[in-house]
C-alpha cells in the first residue's frame, strides 16, 4: 500500500485577507468562505476603516476591497508599495 503525501501549502501557509466591504451579505459571505479555507481574515466596512488596517505593521498581504463603498473608495485606496 503506497499513501501520497499533498504538497499544497497548510493553513499556515495562507495569507491573512483583509476584506472592505459595507454590504453586509457579500461581507458575510466572503469572511465565511475565506475563514473556511483557512485564512486569518480582517474585516472592515468602509475605506477609512480598510486604510487604517492596511497601515498597521501586520497588515494582510491581500485585500478584496468594494469598488464603492463609504469613506475612499476601493479603487480609491493609495496603492501600498510591495516589500522586497
Do not use: F, N
Request: glycine share 10%.
Amino acid at each position: 500500500m503506497t499513501t501520497s503525501v499533498s504538497s499544497a501549502p497548510g493553513p499556515a501557509a495562507l495569507p491573512p485577507v483583509l476584506i472592505a466591504e459595507d454590504e453586509a451579505a457579500s461581507r458575510l459571505l466572503l469572511e465565511a468562505t475565506l475563514r473556511g479555507w483557512g485564512h486569518k481574515v480582517v474585516v472592515t466596512v468602509d475605506g477609512d476603516a480598510a486604510w487604517a488596517a492596511l497601515q498597521r505593521s501586520a497588515a494582510p498581504s491581500v485585500a478584496i476591497l468594494d469598488w464603492i463603498m463609504p469613506g475612499p473608495e476601493g479603487g480609491g485606496l493609495p496603492p501600498r508599495p510591495r516589500a522586497g
